[in-house]
């Protein structure tokens, strides 16, 4: 293989996904960089403008002229940052959220047609000569945050959902049977009729490959979203994917319009508690159960969505 090979290849693949003329592919006013910060915004509800260059690569000012004209455009707020007030926070309003919804949509429309002209037969081939470009390119480099993306459900990630809850809980703590079942009628719930205003399902996706996830659905409780089956898969773990997927959660309810947002676990889930209580959730309620074939102890918890800043 030579660099012209390379460049051809390049040459190649920016024609077919329309990369040099991005934006009317997507009926869209926006360039593949501008679209690529709306994702960033849309799938990380709490940015630190250092941390979006850094993540992209960007020029510094290339993209504060990116930031400047969808603030003029109220797509974006700028503030201070939570953790560091030298640092500008960047969020989407709700009519930048739209738009993010809007040019995801229309790219999986786009993606979607592109396969679509895939034989069923050459699609497992695709597949598997993208994840050898991605591992050879990207050899000796360990996972890093950014590298990580939150996303919708595709086709087939709610049976993911299933089986690696099932595996994974049996795996690490012993559950049986029960478990899987009780994942198994939470996930149809929400296949069969979710509100999609009101609840959501998030995937972290990693190297192409789904490594974790989290669900909001209406809780009996007026005014309460419950948080269900946080998971992250064990060899993805450390690089904040739990706090991104919980973050994401609430920013969604909160803009909802929940009051607050409420869920069960067991003590035995040191890892996930941490986040829970890192997010403002507090402990209201535990008592001993025997479940899953374990003794364990159930936990309530609970967020203030009026207490805790937007």
């Known amino acids: 293989m030579t660099v012209q090979d390379i460049r051809s290849f390049n040459r190649f693949y920016t024609n077919v996904i329309g990369a040099l003329d991005y ?3 997507l009926y869209a006013p926006y360039t593949l960089t501008e679209s690529r910060v709306l994702y960033e915004l849309a799938h990380a509800p709490r940015t630190d403008a250092a941390d979006l260059r850094a993540q992209l690569h960007l020029d510094a000012g290339y993209l504060t002229r990116i930031l400047n004209k969808f603030e003029e455009d109220g797509l974006v707020e700028r503030g201070p940052s939570e953790t560091d007030p030298r640092r500008r926070r960047v969020t989407l309003t709700a009519p930048g959220r739209e738009a993010a919804a809007l040019l995801d949509e229309r790219a999986q429309q786009s993606v979607g047609a592109m396969l679509a002209t895939v034989q069923a037969e050459d699609r497992l081939r695709l597949a598997e000569a993208m994840r050898t470009v991605r591992t050879i390119l990207g050899e000796g480099r360990a996972p890093r945050p950014e590298d990580v993306v939150l996303r919708e459900p595709a086709p087939g990630d709610l049976g993911w959902i299933v089986q690696r809850n099932a595996a994974l809980y049996a795996a690490e703590y012993g559950f049986d049977a029960d478990y899987e079942g009780l994942v198994a009628r939470i996930v149809a719930d929400y296949g069969e009729d979710h509100d999609p205003h009101l609840e959501r399902t998030w995937i972290a996706e990693l190297d192409g490959r789904p490594v974790g996830c989290v669900m909001c659905v209406r809780d009996d409780t007026p005014g309460a979203a419950r948080l269900r089956l946080l ?15 919980v973050g994401a959660l609430v920013a969604f309810a909160r803009e909802a319009g929940y009051r607050e947002v409420v869920l069960w676990t067991n003590d035995i889930l040191t890892a996930a508690r941490r986040i829970y209580q890192r997010h403002g959730f507090v402990l209201v309620a535990e008592k001993p159960h025997r479940s899953f074939g374990q003794d364990l102890t159930g936990q ?3 967020l203030d969505l009026h207490a805790t800043p937007g």
Do not use: F, K, N, S
């Open 231 to 245: 998971l992250v898969e064990p060899d993805a773990r450390g690089l904040g994917i739990g706090d991104r997927l």
């Open 300 to 302: 309530d918890w609970r």
């Open 23 to 25: 934006g009317r592919r």
